[in-house]
């Protein structure tokens, strides 16, 4: 395996920003809410993405999306917009710039039916003369940086991330995102780092690989084969919220770390519950809540070896559980239940 340091001497930079390390915490709708990007920055990763705001929702005011670009506390502040028209687009990213955003990115990677539907997401990427007013549209309406998140293509037969990158850089944008996956394929096979390297020979400006990366050897393995200049960690970062960080770092010095014990996973996740009823309210809060919990507690069972059962038990009681109070009382006995299992 190549030394990292030598990987990537230079800093990442987005427009004038500079960013303290290689991996970003990708935007997952659901799942990185203000108290996750926070919780993930402050471990370590080099940038945190919002959940995609729908750029209208936010021009109209909807209250939760105007949540969903909260970010207080993170820096880089990075809010993620999706639609399909140019001057929601504009107007929501000035909207989000207004409210504090550093970097606006825009998507073209989801693939959602009710969001290709609305021909918003990777449906973008099956009209790439819309597409590209959507990105002018979206640069010119801000003083901020733009970027923008794509897959390969809509399917195997038109994988044009290369000719969308390249007219992306052309109309201002400032890094590019790529999942190395087509839309027609979801979530299916594996992740394409080595078509990805299409999108690194047709730009100038940065390029984040992202599809499959869950640990230090992924990253390494999608960055040679693409060229990227950074990597994009999704669902790898759900249950384990440092580990963007901990990567970042060994790309940096080269040093392993280990999984944070128990009782450090504990903290974490209460923190995380906690600030999760704080920024929705308690009732709206525990019901998001659940889907850290669950990932936690799946983390920490497979850490410690924990028999399915007791997982199984554990996750139930918690899941259902309506009383903080209740759950920060149960966390910790289900994590000294799974610590016995370590220590039989
Ligand atoms: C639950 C979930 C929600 C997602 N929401 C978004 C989103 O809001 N915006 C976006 O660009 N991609 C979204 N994605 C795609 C991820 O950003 C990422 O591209 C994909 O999960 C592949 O990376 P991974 O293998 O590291 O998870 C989502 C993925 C998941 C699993």
Redesign the pocket.
Known sequence: MSNPDSLRPNPLKIGGIEVANRVVL???????DAPFRRLVAELGAGLVVS??TASDDLVNGKPMSQLRCEAAGIGPHVV?L?GCEAKWMAEGARIAEAAGADII?I?M??PARHVTGGQS?SALMRDLDHAERLIEATVGAVKVPVTL?MRLGWDERSLNAPELARRAEAAGVQLISV?G?TRCQF?KGE?DWRAVRAVKDAIRIPLVV?????SFDKAVAALEASSADAV?????AQGQPWLPGQIGRQLQSGVAEAVPPLREQLRYVRTLYDEICHHYGLRIGLRHARKHLGSALEVAAGYSRAPAAALKNWRSRILTAEDPHAVHRSLGEAFDDFAWSTAA
């Not at 992202?210 to 869950?214: A, L, S, V, Y």
């Not at 994009?232 to 790898?236: D, F, N, P, T």
Request: charged letters at 20%; glycine letters at 20%.
């Open positions: 990708a935007p997952m709708s659901g799942v990185t959940e995609m993620q999706a990115d998507n990677g989801c997401g998140k999942h996956r979530y992740a992202n599809g499959d990366i869950t994009m960690v999704g669902r790898g």
